[in-house]
């Protein structure tokens, strides 16, 4: 009797071990799952974004302080490595800036162009055009050079005016339509000036016309109309040239140009 109270006992003893054993082992089972569930359900940062981010943080403290060597390389770095990251639209905008502000005028211009294609909608695109003209507008040089800088920027500017009439940059794209214009207008008394002084009249006589017809209200008109006057009567200036014409050594366009440029750069700098 004594005997089957022992193993009665000894059973019992080991049903209990087996069911405390069972309720850790649930026990376990359900933290288990609840930590799968956790990883499954939850999104979790990819590494690959930390460094993007990282980077565009590092590339734009440079860049509103200055430093454009060293922000485009942070920018370049996100489009090459990370092309597809949410940063790379920023990337892709601020290396044009960059290349802009480091004087690389036709680079930057691709490098606009480019975010224009690949961003139609983006609501950066009225600052990108503004710049696009701007890169045109910096290469205004001295009144006897090249002027297609300022055709293609008063170009691009009235296509900013004709998309997006009311945007920021408006005023200031107008100012700069008549300051490019300002300067073909320069452009053309110059050559006049240089067939005058060379007796070549009837060329001079048509650079008169085209200015007074193109640019009717610039700074020069009057001077152009006065020597105008004098060609058509048979009596242009032969003598005392510099008195008409004393400056020969020409001044370099640029200096006053640029300072226009810079002005509207800080005011919309981004």
Known sequence: MERIKKTRYVRLFHLFVFACLAAILLAGCAELKSTFDFISDTPVEEPQDLPSKSLAIKG????????????????????????????????ELKAADCSYHLGRYQEALLLYEEFENHHPT??????????????NYKRIDRIDRDTSGAVEAIELF?????????????????????????FLANHEFFVAE?????????????????????????????????????????????????????????????????????????????
């Open 158 to 182: 009235k296509q900013l005016l004709k998309a997006y009439p009311e945007s920021p940059y408006t005023e200031e794209a107008k100012s700069l339509i008549a300051s490019a214009t300002e």
């Open 60 to 91: 734009m403290d440079d860049y509103n302080v200055g430093k454009y060597f060293t922000a485009i390389e942070f920018f370049e770095e996100i489009l090459n490595r990370y092309p597809f990251s949410p940063e790379a639209t920023l990337a």
């Open 194 to 270: 240089y067939y005058v002084r060379t007796e070549k009249y009837n060329q001079a006589e048509i650079r008169l016309k085209y200015i007074l017809n193109m640019y009717p209200n610039t700074s020069i008109t009057d001077k152009a109309k006065k020597l105008l006057a004098r060609i058509e009567a048979g009596d242009p200036p032969r003598s005392q040239l510099t008195k008409w014409f004393p400056k020969i050594d020409l001044p370099d366009w640029s200096f006053f140009a640029n300072d226009e440029a810079d002005t509207a750069a800080e005011e919309f700098k981004h």
């Open 122 to 135: 983006n609501e950066s695109i009225p600052y990108v055009m503004f710049q696009k003209a701007m890169c």
